[in-house]
């Protein structure tokens, strides 16, 4: 393949031209990408059972805190800084070098910080190894939605993206179910306090593996030879000053003995900057105009109410489970699973009634708003279950766990495929990035607020009414969105 020639990846639609047999090329790319968001999601979601864990022994770095629940939070919310500032420069980079590129980048970059994250002594070199993490997993998101997008028939777009993006609901089912039993696992070989290491070695392992299959997959069927040096080079330039960044601000916090909740906020505080700057240089070139727009900035802050409550019970669902019922960690963890697992349905369900609703001619908008409307009726139904003197029973907790998660999940594919469809092909990864930069403002203060929340009250009622809340709020934004429909062809 010569230069000249256009590849797949670089904008030939990877999916037959009409009267093509079948169009089994374009969901094998669903497949990988779906591996990649289960391997994903489960290196990220894990900490919080080894921090539940910590608490519930005592043991670990956070044994030695003051504030325990608000630093495991805190940790949390650290590595979604990472997470979040590498948003946009992964878009960008991926409309520059290749989407597929950053994607097996990823991939590769989360499963050696994730072995790392498992070897690592002390606080702060943990806090450093998870920080990378997040850096390195932070451009995945964009690149994915936009190979998606490009390669997908148009009619099959939105169930593309919710079958894939389901493999986000498997990993948080694995991540949050099986920590606890490979931390077992680890005090069967007698690694005792350290046992906690154990799933970061495993899961690292399982992520090379992916990494590996997708190279094969890019590789062999969709644009022939990878080219990873020059966008690692690029990525590592861009991560190493936010490294610099996140980690000074931990350690000067730590010296100077900040609150924890001061040190989240000087987080926000660098995530702002950093938003401010990307949409200070955007504003003077002609991609504003449709990287900006009236309609695309409202998804934008609305989306950040998403990832607020993913993060709110990815993070804190097993500890809130465990304290409300008293129960054991796997207990815990089991019911919170239902939550998670709850996006294995309803990622596909709801990409799939928005690709119906485009074809009936009615748009996926109303969709979008009554789902997030009745997501929020069910958050706070499961505070109100958790508020009362008495036990909730595990059995209706998970009821309510599972179906808000049916339409909390849902909802993400429907919101992704209106905001792909607001932009040009190829200012897909920025606006993806964008999309995700903005809205990880939920995922960074979620975890800490919420912990802050419970440490002060001695109840997490106060943070799910919150999260109930902020999700209400952005159906209201929703509303004033004016869709862009595609062109819809058959295959």
């Given at each position: 393949m010569t230069g000249s020639e256009p590849t797949p990846e670089r904008g030939t639609p990877f999916?037959?031209?009409?009267?093509?047999?079948?169009?089994?090329?374009?969901?094998?790319?669903?497949?990988?990408?779906?591996?990649?968001?289960?391997?994903?999601?489960?290196?990220?979601?894990?900490?919080?059972?080894?921090?539940?864990?910590?608490?519930?022994?005592?043991?670990?770095?956070?044994?030695?805190?003051?504030?325990?629940?608000?630093?495991?939070?805190?940790?949390?919310?650290?590595?979604?800084?990472?997470?979040?500032?590498?948003?946009?420069p992964g878009g960008r980079l991926g409309d520059r070098f290749g989407h597929r590129e950053m994607i097996v980048l990823s991939?590769?970059?989360?499963?050696?910080?994730?072995?790392?994250?498992?070897?690592?002594?002390?606080?702060?070199?943990?806090?450093?190894?998870?920080?990378?993490?997040?850096?390195?997993?932070?451009?995945?998101?964009?690149?994915?939605?936009?190979?998606?997008?490009?390669?997908?028939?148009?009619?099959?777009?939105?169930?593309?993206?919710?079958?894939?993006?389901?493999?986000?609901?498997?990993?948080?089912?694995?991540?949050?179910?099986?920590?606890?039993?490979?931390?077992?696992?680890?005090?069967?070989?007698?690694?005792?306090?350290?046992?906690?290491?154990?799933?970061?070695?495993?899961?690292?392992?399982?992520?090379?593996?992916?990494?590996?299959?997708?190279?094969?997959?890019?590789?062999?069927?969709?644009?022939?030879?990878?080219?990873?040096?020059?966008?690692?080079?690029?990525?590592?330039?861009?991560?190493?000053?936010?490294?610099?960044?996140?980690?000074?601000?931990?350690?000067?916090?730590?010296?100077?003995?900040?609150?924890?909740?001061?040190?989240?906020?000087?987080?926000?505080?660098?995530?702002?900057l950093v938003i401010g700057i990307i949409v200070g240089r955007l504003r003077s070139t002609p991609e504003a105009a449709t990287l900006l727009s009236r309609d695309i900035v409202i998804i934008y802050i609305a989306y950040i109410a998403i990832l607020w409550n993913l993060w709110f019970f990815s993070f804190w669902s097993v500890e809130i489970v465990r304290e409300a019922t008293e129960s054991s960690l796997l207990a815990a963890a089991l019911t919170a699973a239902f939550n998670a697992g709850a996006g294995i349905l309803g990622f596909p369900a709801g990409g799939w009634l928005a690709d119906r609703a485009l074809r009936k001619g009615y748009g996926r908008k109303p969709l979008l708003v009554s789902f997030s409307a009745i997501y929020s009726l069910l958050v706070f139904t499961f505070a109100l279950s958790i508020s009362g003197d008495g036990e909730p029973s595990l059995f209706l907790l998970g009821l309510i766990?599972?179906?808000?998660?049916?339409?909390?999940?849902?909802?993400?594919?429907?919101?992704?495929?209106?905001?792909?469809?607001?932009?040009?092909?190829?200012?897909?990864?920025?606006?993806?990035?964008?999309?995700?930069?903005?809205?990880?403002?939920?995922?960074?203060?979620?975890p800490v607020v919420s912990g802050v929340l419970r440490d002060a009250t001695g109840s997490w009622a106060v943070g799910t009414w919150v999260a109930g809340g902020i999700m209400l709020a952005s159906a209201v934004m929703y509303l004033l969105v004016r869709e862009k429909r595609p062109v819809l062809t058959e295959e």
């Amino acid at each position: 393949m010569t230069g000249s020639e256009p590849t797949p990846e670089r904008g030939t639609p990877f999916f037959p031209e009409p009267g093509q047999r079948n169009g089994t090329r374009y969901r094998a790319l669903w497949t990988v990408l779906l591996l990649g968001w289960v391997v994903s999601y489960a290196d990220r979601t894990l900490t919080g059972p080894v921090v539940s864990w910590m608490l519930a022994n005592d043991v670990g770095f956070i044994a030695d805190a003051s504030d325990p629940r608000a630093l495991g939070g805190l940790i949390g919310s650290l590595f979604f800084t990472g997470y979040m500032l590498t948003q946009y420069p992964g878009g960008r980079l991926g409309d520059r070098f290749g989407h597929r590129e950053m994607i097996v980048l990823s991939l590769l970059w989360a499963a050696v910080m994730t072995a790392v994250s498992g070897i690592v002594v002390g606080l702060i070199a943990f806090v450093g190894a998870r920080v990378l993490t997040g850096l390195g997993e932070g451009v995945f998101y964009s690149n994915d939605r936009t190979l998606i997008l490009n390669h997908t028939p148009p009619k099959r777009r939105t169930l593309g993206l919710g079958v894939v993006i389901s493999g986000l609901s498997i990993g948080l089912t694995i991540g949050i179910v099986c920590t606890p039993l490979l931390i077992e696992w680890g005090e069967s070989l007698g690694m005792g306090g350290e046992s906690w290491r154990a799933p970061f070695l495993v899961f690292a392992a399982v992520s090379l593996v992916v990494a590996g299959l997708c190279w094969y997959f890019f590789h062999r069927h969709l644009g022939g030879k990878l080219r990873l040096g020059p966008p690692f080079l690029r990525l590592l330039a861009v991560s190493i000053p936010l490294l610099a960044a996140v980690l000074a601000l931990f350690i000067v916090a730590d010296e100077l003995r900040w609150p924890t909740w001061g040190t989240a906020v000087g987080s926000g505080v660098l995530a702002v900057l950093v938003i401010g700057i990307i949409v200070g240089r955007l504003r003077s070139t002609p991609e504003a105009a449709t990287l900006l727009s009236r309609d695309i900035v409202i998804i934008y802050i609305a989306y950040i109410a998403i990832l607020w409550n993913l993060w709110f019970f990815s993070f804190w669902s097993v500890e809130i489970v465990r304290e409300a019922t008293e129960s054991s960690l796997l207990a815990a963890a089991l019911t919170a699973a239902f939550n998670a697992g709850a996006g294995i349905l309803g990622f596909p369900a709801g990409g799939w009634l928005a690709d119906r609703a485009l074809r009936k001619g009615y748009g996926r908008k109303p969709l979008l708003v009554s789902f997030s409307a009745i997501y929020s009726l069910l958050v706070f139904t499961f505070a109100l279950s958790i508020s009362g003197d008495g036990e909730p029973s595990l059995f209706l907790l998970g009821l309510i766990l599972f179906c808000s998660g049916l339409f909390f999940n849902a909802l993400q594919p429907i919101a992704q495929g209106i905001t792909g469809d607001l932009v040009p092909d190829k200012q897909r990864g920025s606006a993806f990035g964008l999309l995700n930069l903005v809205s990880e403002i939920g995922a960074v203060a979620s975890p800490v607020v919420s912990g802050v929340l419970r440490d002060a009250t001695g109840s997490w009622a106060v943070g799910t009414w919150v999260a109930g809340g902020i999700m209400l709020a952005s159906a209201v934004m929703y509303l004033l969105v004016r869709e862009k429909r595609p062109v819809l062809t058959e295959e």
